[in-house]
T-cell receptor
Framework: SQKIEQNSEALNIQEGKTATLTCNYTNYSPAYLQWYRQDPGRGPVFLLLIRENEKEKRKERLKVTFDTTLKQSLFHITASQPADSATYLCALDIGQAGTALIFGKGTTLSVSS | ETGVTQSPTHLIKTRGQQVTLRCSSQSGHNTVSWYQQALGQGPQFIFQYYREEENGRGNFPPRFSGLQFPNYSSELNVNALELDDSALYLC???????????FGPGTRLTVT
């Protein structure tokens, strides 16, 4: 069956450390993968999109990697801050050019000062 | 630039009733997607509309239907409501293609 797994439901780290979140999938062959942030009671907010032919993408303190052989994406937040505390969602684009995003359950990150 | 808006914010319905949720897309976007998010879960894809036509559908029964209007706003209709339909319903607008989606704040539906 097709699955998307985000490594853990909750991740607790100290301010200033690097947070690493994992997204693994099976039986999909996505051409694109996206990461979103969701705060309680709000809609997801887009962070990064990476294509299957890109190994790595960066945006400020964020970095995402995409390994289509391992069927895995890693999402890193460097120099984490308490304001980074939120749920982070991995989404596979499995439709024909953006017609369907399939989300994982998310990982809730808590950054303590 | 106006963001994605949804109405109503909260809604309580009785099992068996019908509900209509509304979404206004971000200015310039021609595609709208609808998602259902149960508590503690990620959003689940319901369907997507592009130029007023359904352009993809997830694993939801036909009692979930939608419309997209010429101004790219959209409606999600759910008939014969069931208790399991209680969730946060999110709409997201985008340009057609593999682009980021801009989500609204959602409509919290409770079915009793």
């Amino acid at each position: 069956s097709q699955k998307i797994e985000q490594n853990s439901e909750a991740l607790n780290i100290q301010e200033g450390k690097t947070a690493t979140l994992t997204c693994n999938y099976t039986n999909y062959s996505p051409a694109y993968l996206q990461w979103y942030r969701q705060d309680p009671g709000r809609g997801p907010v887009f962070l990064l999109l990476i294509r299957e032919n890109e190994k790595e993408k960066r945006k400020e303190r964020l970095k995402v990697t995409f390994d289509t052989t391992l069927k895995q994406s890693l999402f890193h937040i460097t120099a984490s801050q308490p304001a980074d505390s939120a749920t982070y969602l991995c989404a596979l684009d499995i439709g024909q050019a953006g017609t369907a995003l399939i989300f994982g359950k998310g990982t809730t990150l808590s950054v303590s000062s | 630039e106006t963001g994605v808006t949804q109405s109503p914010t909260h809604l309580i319905k009785t099992r068996g009733q019908q509900v209509t949720l509304r979404c206004s897309s971000q200015s310039g976007h021609n595609t709208v997607s609808w998602y259902q998010q149960a508590l503690g879960q990620g959003p689940q894809f319901i369907f997507q509309y592009y130029r007023e036509e359904e352009n993809g559908r997830g694993n939801f029964p036909p009692r979930f239907s939608g419309l997209q209007f010429p101004n790219y706003s959209s409606e999600l209709n759910v008939n014969a409501l069931e208790l399991d339909d209680s969730a946060l319903y999110l709409c997201a607008s985008s340009y057609q293609g593999p682009n980021e989606q801009y989500f609204g704040p959602g409509t919290r539906l409770t079915v009793t």
